[in-house]
């Protein structure tokens, strides 16, 4: 006699639909903005580290104003 209980393909296919659903409901909710944000830190190589890239930014920004480049201030840059 054989047992009775669901077959391992059942349970498989369960456990994909779970999973599509929860990688879903994170879609819908913004929950990849995070992810690419960091994944972005990552490839331009500041780690996540934005201190060290908005220094960068305003080192930038403070040398372009000097030679009359810069048309805006986006960083809040104190260049004195």
Known sequence: MKAQGLSMSILVVAAIAVMVLLVLGVFFTGGF?????????FIQGTGGDKASANVTNCNVWCMNNKTGMAQDNPYGCDCT
Do not use: P, S
């Open 33 to 41: 903005r995070a992810i690419g944000t960091n994944m972005m830190d």
